[in-house]
Each structure stands twice: as C-alpha cells, then as structure tokens.
C-alpha cells in the first residue's frame, strides 16, 4: 500500500479513473477467502487524507468520545431541561450505573457531589 508522497504521486500519475481503480493500483485490496477482491476505501482515504497533511486526530489525546469527538466539557440545557453528561464524562470518572449523587445548588454552579463522599474531593 502506497503511503505520502508515493501515494500522491501515483494518484496524480492515475488521472482520470474510478475510485475503485485509484485505491487498487495504490495497493489498498486485499484478497477475500473465496478469491474475490475487497478495496479498502477507508484505509486509502485516511492514507491520502494523511499524505495531504490533514490530521485525522489519532494521536491519543481525543478523549474517550465516539468518532473522535473531542470532550468539550460543556453542555446544553435540552428542551425537556435536563442537563446530559455523556458517557466518556462518566467513563472518566469510573461512575457505574445506580451511583448516586447529592445535588448542591450555588449561585451559578450545581455540584454534584457522591453520597458518602465530601464537597471538598476534586
């Protein structure tokens, strides 16, 4: 499989072809049990994304969400009112379902402090 510079070379060098025909000659097919071809269009794509210096965010640091969302560690009000903290928030934090939580009201602020636990703990 063709990769960088090689990988841009040899789609420019294509031209004018099917996508089928631009991942199979950069070398992203591999051969099926029974005999028949699969194109990797993923993996060409992320090569030639990566060959183009667009960064695909894989370095580790995305955070725990899904599709390589980053945690913006802010929400919204929903339209029912109810606050969502999503599941790489509570992943995080190791919270299991059926923890439960004290809620203390500020001014501005809720806090959400574990039964049994103290305000203090960071």
């Known amino acids: 499989m063709l990769?960088?510079?090689d990988l841009l070379a040899k789609v420019k060098e294509l031209g004018d072809v099917?996508?089928?025909?631009?991942?199979?000659e950069c070398g992203y097919v591999?051969?099926?049990k029974d005999g028949g071809e699969r194109?990797?269009?993923?993996?060409?794509y992320e090569a030639l994304l990566v060959a183009?210096?667009?960064?695909?965010?894989?370095?580790?640091?995305?955070?725990?969400?899904?599709?390589g969302r980053k945690l913006a560690y802010s929400t919204k009000v929903q339209f029912n009112g109810n606050l969502m903290v999503?599941?790489?928030?509570?992943?995080?934090?190791?919270?299991?379902?059926?923890?439960?939580?004290?809620?203390?009201?500020?001014?501005?602020q809720i806090k959400l402090?574990?039964?049994?636990?103290?305000?203090?703990?960071e």
């Open 52 to 67: 183009k210096g667009v960064s695909l965010g894989t370095d580790g640091g995305r955070g725990l969400g899904k599709g």
């Open 18 to 24: 099917s996508k089928s025909d631009l991942a199979r």
């Open 30 to 32: 591999t051969t099926k």
């Open 86 to 108: 999503g599941k790489a928030y509570t992943a995080m934090l190791d919270l299991k379902p059926g923890d439960e939580f004290e809620i203390k009201l500020g001014r501005k």
């Open 3 to 5: 990769t960088g510079p």
């Open 113 to 121: 402090i574990p039964m049994g636990g103290s305000d203090e703990e």
């Open 39 to 44: 194109i990797n269009f993923t993996a060409f």
